[in-house]
């Protein structure tokens, strides 16, 4: 990516990524490579997709002042992973961070996505519908 002008770097970053996935590149170095100096939409498509830990995810968001988009996106990969609990840990967190209208956009995919046990588990734990 040095080389990649300026205006066309972050379409550039997205195709890579999604390249690199189709590839089947592990989730975990792609994500810690592509995520190392912000967000992008191919991130999404990556956790989503469960090839990325959560914890890999949490671990990015440690100390960001977008910590609960982080964890949000986490919650993503835990579902997409089949880990209820985790999600719900990583939806409660993020709900009770001091900008949890980051993770609105994650609470609300998943939300649509879960059946009726999880969503009333989030209920029970205080994460917002929307």
Request: charged share 30%; net charge negative; proline share 2%.
């Amino acid at each position: 990516m040095r080389f990649v002008p300026e205006e066309v770097w972050y379409q550039r970053l997205r195709n890579t990524t999604e390249v690199l996935m189709r590839l089947g590149c592990d989730g975990n170095v792609l994500f810690r490579c592509t995520a190392r100096i912000g967000m992008h939409s191919g991130i999404f498509d990556l956790a989503k997709s469960g090839m990325v830990d959560p914890d890999v995810i949490e671990e990015r968001g440690a100390g960001s002042g977008a910590r609960a988009t982080w964890l949000g996106l986490a919650a993503q990969a835990a579902l997409a992973r089949g880990d209820r609990f985790a999600v719900i840990r990583y939806l409660r967190e993020a709900s009770r961070d001091r900008d949890a209208f980051l993770a609105w956009a994650s609470i609300n995919e998943i939300r649509q996505e879960a059946d009726e046990a999880l969503n009333a588990e989030l209920d029970k734990v205080g994460v917002p519908q929307m």
